[in-house]
């Protein structure tokens, strides 16, 4: 589990430090103070690197690279991982924890000059070609990956994510939620890893929160695989099965997070906009189910929100629950401070009660 959290000339951050980190993390903070990248971090770490990790959190902001008529390409921009949107020969980039993690540093270096132009692009002005080199540990470990003169890596799935065996590690798991959830065909798998480990009554409980009449739920096969319009859950009394989306974002926000909870044993758990699609009076059934889950299935769980309502549920769970105090932190985002802010079980709970705002 990582209890401390350093990043370098990552994104908008310098130099950032978050401290004294527990078993579930809520942070919070004004927009774009860098909450979402906190989240991405620790899925790079706990992935040492994987270039398809930083790919996908590029796919998620949006950042592709388009060609001057305005089209779209498979290519991603890596300049925006470091701070200040720039790179050249010599620019890096770190993560790192001293909890069992380790370090992931990124170079921009110099490619080599004897390689044919199909793999580092050379420019007419005849600039030195750029290569990005992930580094994971020992040299073993490390790829190199070639980057397009103006900084964009040119992503393909036949190149190599993870060093040869024996260096290969056994990684944990780390499961990332969007603000918007996770796309149907993503969901109907983790529930096909929800049938193997026979956790089907642990989801179906999580969905109970806002439909106590539930029964069961069911993922169609066929053409229906892959759509929202695929997941059916059942009600006690026989009533007529409609697709999730009928019965609102709340339920395919809870289903999204429960399916996670069982993806992320052993793990980490990294929720975008966590309390999305849901009401106020559920905040605190959320947070009993994701704390336990969490306690129980040894999962590190890192969550955003800019809701209070969000934060006072969490105080009502813990005010009611103070076994759970030392599981359980929020933590403000605040850059210019160098480091995070963080609040234990007493701190949440009095900020509550006294209407003092921790956002």
């Known amino acids: 589990m990582i209890r401390t959290l350093r990043l370098e000339n990552y994104r908008s951050f310098r130099e950032y430090e978050l401290r004294d980190l527990t078993r579930v993390n809520l942070l919070v903070g004004r927009n774009d103070c860098g909450k979402t990248s906190v989240l991405e971090a620790v899925e790079l770490l706990a992935s040492r690197g994987d270039p398809q990790v930083l790919v996908g959190s590029m796919r998620r902001r949006g950042e592709f690279h388009v060609t001057p008529d305005g089209r779209q390409i498979p290519q991603y921009p890596v300049y925006h991982q470091f701070h200040g949107h720039g790179i050249g020969i010599g620019s890096s980039l770190s993560i790192s924890s001293d909890d069992g993690l380790g370090q992931v540093r990124i170079d921009v270096v110099e490619g080599w000059q004897d390689e044919s132009h199909d793999l580092f692009d050379v420019s007419e002005a005849g600039l030195l070609p750029l290569a990005l080199l992930i580094r994971r540990g020992s040299e073993e470990e490390n790829l190199k990956?070639?980057?397009?003169?103006?900084?964009?890596?040119?992503?393909?799935?036949?190149?190599?994510?993870?060093?040869?065996?024996?260096?290969?590690?056994?990684?944990?798991?780390?499961?990332?939620?969007?603000?918007?959830?996770?796309?149907?065909?993503?969901?109907?798998?983790?529930?096909?890893?929800?049938?193997?480990?026979?956790?089907?009554?642990?989801?179906?409980?999580?969905?109970?929160?806002?439909?106590?009449?539930?029964?069961?739920?069911?993922?169609?096969?066929?053409?229906?695989?892959?759509?929202?319009?695929?997941?059916?859950?059942?009600?006690?009394?026989?009533?007529?099965?409609?697709?999730?989306?009928?019965?609102?974002?709340?339920?395919?926000?809870?289903?999204?997070?429960?399916?996670?909870?069982?993806?992320?044993?052993?793990?980490?758990?990294?929720?975008?906009?966590?309390?999305?699609?849901?009401?106020?009076?559920?905040?605190?059934?959320?947070?009993?189910?994701?704390?336990?889950?969490?306690?129980?299935?040894s999962i590190q769980v890192f969550a955003t929100t800019h809701s209070l309502d969000c934060i006072v549920g969490l105080a009502s769970l813990l005010r009611d629950r103070p076994d759970l105090g030392e599981a359980v932190s929020v933590q403000k985002i605040e850059r210019q401070l160098g480091h995070g802010v963080s609040f234990g079980r007493k701190d949440i709970v009095t900020a509550a009660d006294l209407s003092i705002e921790m956002r």
Do not use: C, N
């Open 145 to 297: 990956y070639p980057l397009t003169q103006d900084g964009a890596l040119a992503w393909s799935r036949s190149m190599p994510r993870r060093p040869p065996r024996p260096w290969r590690p056994t990684l944990p798991p780390a499961q990332f939620v969007t603000a918007e959830s996770l796309r149907p065909r993503d969901m109907a798998a983790l529930w096909d890893q929800v049938l193997v480990a026979g956790r089907e009554s642990e989801v179906e409980s999580a969905l109970r929160i806002l439909r106590p009449g539930l029964d069961s739920i069911h993922f169609l096969t066929g053409d229906a695989a892959g759509r929202a319009g695929g997941i059916v859950p059942g009600f006690k009394g026989g009533s007529r099965r409609a697709p999730i989306g009928s019965h609102g974002d709340g339920m395919r926000r809870l289903l999204a997070v429960s399916l996670s909870l069982v993806r992320a044993a052993g793990g980490f758990l990294l929720i975008d906009e966590i309390d999305t699609g849901l009401h106020w009076t559920v905040m605190e059934d959320m947070w009993k189910l994701v704390v336990g889950a969490a306690i129980e299935s």
